[in-house]
């Protein structure tokens, strides 16, 4: 993912600086080709001419020089970054940018680039701690830079505690596992729903089911976080909803198909997580029922099934993707259900499981494609589960 790619690798004045050269050489072996600036201070601890020959680019550590490639420096080098890696970050260059500052060749160019920038503090644990530091690694993060977070362990000032910059092999995996899911579903729009509905009995009971809601805010998540702009329709929960995804929280069935119809036809995906609740209560009491009866009956009407319904109506290019939550014959009713709803995917998962389900943290699941293929995933946390389908969507669709 690295190969061919144009980084950015800004290196200020810490001591962790003479990492940076081996971070430098290591992105020049996974292929990037790698440019350099450096500020002042870093000079105190490393010479450009380390870099330069590491890197075989000439290596930018001020504003004023000979111009050498470019016409405008910064703006050429912001625009020619693929992808920018601050490391090590000083608590001094961390405000600078957070205040938005443009005093030398890197704070320069960072405020004109638009790559995606990663940085690594690397300070004294006190000055990390102090929560003007933290307040300013804030802003950054809110600005949408990647934080690399520091380490523990033995500081070069003599104590122990949080500060270090990580090993320059850790930054990499770190930038390559971030970039690799990094903006692949950028311009699409997905319609999640998610959580079991409550169906009212009367003004204080409903009829539930067990889930959670997990298996949806994950899929939610994972969708915002790859670029895509996401609409979550949730049932009851006690999850927070992801940052940044629209959130539009629901009671009942009926209302969970009022809110999904309503946002449908502008959705690219759609994927139903929720455990919608096949019956509702025909007479739901307007008043608190008392226990004056011995025995009650309620009679249950059936629910219109969204998912059928979105299958009926859904148009040329949208994509439709239900779950199965079944306790027996797993494969054979998650099929029915992919032709009867007209579906594109089912993911159909065996809920007498005790690792899969309802509730848990992990899943177990077996796709089938409306070409008829089947696959089967090994066990996985609902978080990695919701990258694998998203994964296996785009490829579907492409
Ligand atoms: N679904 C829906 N509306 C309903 C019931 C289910 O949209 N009234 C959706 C679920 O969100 C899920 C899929 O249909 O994506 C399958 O749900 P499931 O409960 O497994 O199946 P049902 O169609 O309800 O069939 P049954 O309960 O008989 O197994």
């Known amino acids: 993912m690295l190969k061919g790619k144009n980084v950015l690798l800004g290196v200020t004045g810490g001591i962790a600086a003479y990492k940076s050269v081996e971070l430098a050489s290591r992105l020049r072996k996974a292929g990037a080709s790698v440019h ?12 450009p001419l380390t870099f330069r020959e590491i890197t075989g680019n000439p290596v930018t550590t001020t504003m004023w020089g000979e111009v050498t490639n470019h016409n405008v420096e910064h703006i050429a080098l912001a625009n020619l970054a693929d992808l920018v890696i601050v490391a090590p970050a000083t608590a001094n260059f961390i405000v600078k940018c957070a205040m938005g500052m443009a005093d030398d060749m890197l704070t320069t160019t960072l405020l004109a680039t638009k790559a995606p920038i990663f940085f690594a503090p690397a300070m004294n644990s006190n000055m990390y701690d102090n929560q003007l530091t ?3 690694l804030d802003v950054l993060i809110e600005n949408g830079w990647n934080f690399i977070p520091p380490e523990s362990g033995h500081l070069a000032c003599g104590v122990e505690g949080v500060g270090r910059m990580p090993e320059p092999a850790d930054i990499v995996d770190f930038v390559r596992f971030t970039m690799a899911f990094a903006a692949d579903m950028l311009g699409i729009k ?5 959580a079991g509905t409550h169906e009212p009995i009367d003004p204080v009971r409903y009829i539930g089911n067990r889930s959670s809601g997990k298996m949806g805010y994950a899929i939610a998540e994972a969708a915002k976080k790859r670029g895509a702009e996401v609409i979550l329709v949730s049932g009851p929960s006690a999850l927070t909803p992801p940052e940044g995804v629209e959130f539009i929280s ?11 119809l309503e946002r449908f036809s502008e959705a690219d995906l759609i994927i139903k997580a929720a455990a919608v609740a096949d019956y509702h209560v025909r007479d739901v009491a307007d008043q608190k029922i008392k226990k004056n009866e011995d025995e009650i009956t309620l009679v249950l009407k ?5 998912l059928k319904e979105l299958g009926e109506k859904k148009r040329g290019g949208q994509i439709l993707v239900g779950f199965a939550a079944e306790t027996q014959n797993l494969l054979e009713n998650a099929k029915a259900k992919l032709e009867k709803k007209n579906l594109d995917m089912i993911v159909a998962n065996d809920v007498s499981r005790k690792d899969a389900g309802f509730n ?14 089947m696959e089967e995933l090994p066990i996985m946390t609902k978080h990695k589960l919701a990258d694998e389908l998203l994964t296996k969507i785009l490829h579907m669709k492409n």
């Open 250 to 260: 629901v009671e009942s069935a009926e209302e969970m198909r009022e809110a999904v």
């Open 190 to 194: 997905v319609l999640v729903t998610a």
């Open 360 to 373: 848990t943290d992990t899943n177990v699941v077996k796709l089938l494609y409306k070409n008829g293929t």
């Open 36 to 47: 350099v600036i450096m500020t002042r201070g870093a000079q105190n601890f490393v010479t």
């Open 134 to 136: 933290q307040r300013n």
């Open 302 to 306: 059936k629910n219109p099934d969204i």
